[in-house]
């Protein structure tokens, strides 16, 4: 009887570190193009507050090694694209966990580079199974959160969409801030001369 439960316990702890490794393994895929939309509520100057910047960056994601990277540029200020020529690179790195995303970059300028960082958590509703033999992971599509930048201290929520085709999901909320919305349904690729110069956020 005393074997027979000795058994028992060394399996049951088998079987709990290999449920715990899956686990940390079993992580959603962040691979592809994403679209990354700001609000400032807060900052240390007034003309940032209420403020909408939108970043198309594209994120590579090894399941095996870490961290994760990325290289974009901000596309949209106010909802409105940026000519080609005003866009400004970023560069992010970053970590992920089960229900975690972290990812700090830095936003070149006209004046001068800034660093950000973004906190995101995916939603159990809009996690996609799909399979990874011998694992399943959670591919995710939407990422919600919040973004903290050094220039002017701003910070507010922020949400990342991964893009099909270079196309929103559809279905999908419009990103609000303010009393203004995103009327878009996918970046823009083309340039808007009339655009207003980006902000130096």
Not at 50 to 63: K, Q, T
């Amino acid at each position: 009887m005393m074997d027979f439960i000795k058994y028992i316990s060394v399996a049951f702890t088998a079987l709990s570190l290999a449920f715990t490794g899956w686990l940390q393994y079993e992580k959603f895929r962040l691979d592809g193009e994403w679209h990354i939309d700001t609000c400032t509520e807060e900052a240390d100057f007034t003309r940032y507050e209420g403020l909408h910047l939108a970043w198309r960056v594209f994120l590579s994601d090894d399941p095996l090694s870490a961290p994760v990277v990325g290289d974009g540029e901000k596309i949209q200020e106010a909802f409105k694209p940026i000519p080609a020529t005003a866009r400004f690179p970023v560069r992010l790195v970053g970590t992920k966990e089960i229900n975690s995303v972290t990812l700090t970059g830095r936003f070149e300028g006209s004046r001068r580079a800034s660093t950000g960082r973004f906190e995101f958590a995916p939603s159990l509703s809009k996690r996609l199974c799909s399979g990874y033999i011998p694992f399943y992971q959670r591919n995710v599509d939407v990422l919600d959160g919040r973004f903290a930048f050094t220039a002017g201290n701003a910070r507010g929520p922020a949400r990342a969409v991964r893009l099909t085709d270079g196309k929103m999901p559809e279905g999908l909320a419009a990103f609000t801030c303010g009393d203004s919305a995103a009327t878009e349904t996918s970046p823009p690729e083309t340039d808007t001369p009339d655009a207003s110069p980006p902000a130096q956020l």
